[in-house]
């Protein structure tokens, strides 16, 4: 018996993990040179101008990451005698593009700065955290693993589960190369003798190997192959300062230890990404029980995958779902009234996990269950939840 989890930003946050606001403050405070050494906040500017098309919306990090990426993709479109196979399609349209925001400098200089302040605030982060202070979160993990074998994908870029568990009670993937080095094997992946780590987005502890032998595995490792390395300061210092594939559409969507912006798809093709997301499939085909929490359904590539359960495994599927719900007073049928959930794929889960198209009841409830019991919402946020719920969570989905 597996269980399956996806744990999001929101799972970690009353930890003291930074928030999706935090981190997108800190990238914006953040400046860049241009090309003519004059130094500008340059992420400030791409923000106001994503805010003044869109009216009230509020750009993040990620929005940031992608515009910069989409004007990168432009900036070659400008280029004299580039060939054509090396510029996007968009191109042959002539845009008309105001010149400043094709900046090579800005732009590069741009996307590292979302990157390492990203990294920076995580590795703060761990650095920091003590689990004493937070048995709420280690003590589920540990029971959890001890009743059965479970494969947690997590979209966060930190260790936090990782350090709730026993060291040989789960495996990544990643096996030991050279001292603090590891490199991924598939065939570890497949090793279901234990419980899986699953960082489908990447962590700050993966970077590329600086070999003294340059040619070390060069025909059997990608260019965007990712090692993991036991020090996140030493894993940095190898992500910048080298070229970044293209997608086949041929615009910039960089890769590497962190996945992030709106290209995510285009972006998970390399080891260990393409071995996650088939392990995490996998996982959801053969098994019923599914746990998402902190989650906020923002990443259709593994929403997808999320949404099959129902059809895999009907009656025999057993779904926890832990999130932030509006007020109570505020509860309505309608979730269009109460302005939640906060995103049509977060409610499209939810009605297909209740087989319900009309899954919120008149009267609000905590946990929401679905008419077959067999699928469950909680409302108050991660540590309320397993402080109350934990063991009860912990059964449903292992009975």
């Known amino acids: 018996m597996r269980v399956t989890a996806i744990i999001g930003a929101g799972a970690v946050v009353e930890l003291g993990a930074p928030s999706t606001k935090g981190l997108t403050d800190a990238v914006r405070g953040v400046s860049q ?30 929005d940031y990451l992608h515009a910069i990426e989409a004007l990168y993709s432009m900036h070659w479109a400008y280029k004299p005698n580039i060939a054509w196979t090396s510029k996007p399609i968009l191109a042959a349209f002539n845009p008309q593009i105001d010149a400043t925001w094709l900046d090579q400098f800005l732009l590069l200089g741009a996307r590292e700065s979302v990157i390492s302040t990203i990294g920076a605030a995580i590795t703060t982060y761990m650095r920091n955290l003590d689990l004493a202070s937070h048995v709420w979160f280690r003590d589920f993990w540990r029971t959890a693993v001890h009743q059965c074998h479970w494969d947690i994908a997590t979209t966060n870029y930190d260790d936090t589960i990782e350090r709730c568990l026993p060291v040989d009670a789960w495996h990544d993937g ?8 590891y490199r991924f ?34 025909f059997e490792d990608d260019h965007e192959d990712l090692y993991k390395y036991d020090d996140p300061a030493m894993a940095r210092k190898t992500w910048f300062g080298r070229s970044t594939n293209k997608t086949q559409s041929r615009e910039e969507a960089l890769a590497g230890p962190l996945i992030t912006g709106l290209r ?20 959801v085909r053969q098994s019923p029980r599914l746990l998402i929490a902190g989650y906020s359904f923002g990443d259709l590539h593994l929403n997808r995958i999320l949404q099959r359960i129902t059809r895999l495994h009907g009656d025999n599927r057993r779904i926890v779902l832990i999130s932030y719900g509006p007020n109570p007073a505020l509860w309505h049928e309608d979730p269009q009234l109460m302005e939640w959930p906060d995103n049509h794929e977060m409610f499209s889960f939810i009605a297909t996990a209740f087989q319900d198209a009309h899954p919120f009841p008149m009267q609000f409830s905590n946990p929401l269950v679905s008419r077959d019991g067999r699928a469950k919402v909680y409302f108050e946020g991660m540590r309320h939840t397993l402080e109350k719920h934990g063991m009860a969570i912990v059964s449903f989905l292992t009975s």
């Not at 699953?198 to 700050?204: D, I, K, R, T, Y």
């Open 33 to 62: 040179l241009n090309s003519s050494g004059a130094r500008t906040n340059f992420l400030e500017r791409v923000a106001d101008a994503l805010r003044s098309a869109a009216g009230p919306w509020e750009p993040n990090f990620e």
């Open 174 to 181: 990643y096996i030991s190369l050279d001292a603090g080095l």
């Open 185 to 218: 094997d598939p065939h570890k992946l497949a090793d279901v003798s234990k419980s899986r780590m699953l960082h489908v987005h990447g962590s700050v502890l993966y970077g590329y190997p600086r070999f003294s032998d340059p040619s070390r595995f060069n």
């Open 264 to 283: 995510k798809a285009d972006k998970t093709l390399h080891y260990p990404y393409d071995s996650y997301q088939v392990a995490l499939y996998e996982s």
